[in-house]
Nanobody
């Protein structure tokens, strides 16, 4: 079974930084498109960033230039480095993965989420 386990969330003041991690098991992270999504109370889920199997990277407009997605293939772990955090970044952050070599159109695998609160 595929499991994605996020960690690294917490509370931080505006302007601060956090790094989220997503440890993957049951799939090879380097072979799958993986992404970070977030959802704030009362709002729709928003895609934050994605990294394809060939390391093509895309960011959402609201985080471009402040967040960096990366992947450690040896550790089978996805990261999201977040800098210059704003109160509007407050949300539950989820890691997601696509099936191997299936592109980024569909993310059937999801983690349980980690809360980020910026005040």
């Amino acid at each position: 079974d595929v499991q994605l386990v996020e960690s690294g969330g917490g509370s931080v003041q505006a302007g601060g930084s956090l790094r989220l991690s997503c440890a993957a098991s049951g799939l090879t992270a380097s072979s799958s498109c993986m992404g970070w999504f977030r959802q704030a109370p009362g709002k729709e889920r928003e895609e934050v960033a994605r990294i394809g199997a060939y390391s093509f990277i895309e960011y959402g407009d609201s985080v471009n230039g402040r967040f960096t997605i990366s992947r450690d293939n040896g550790k089978n772990t996805l990261y999201l480095q977040m800098r210059s955090l704003k109160p509007e970044d407050t949300a539950m952050y989820y890691c997601a993965a696509a099936r191997p070599w299936a592109g980024c159109a569909d993310f059937p695998y999801w983690g349980q989420g980690t809360q980020v609160t910026v005040s």
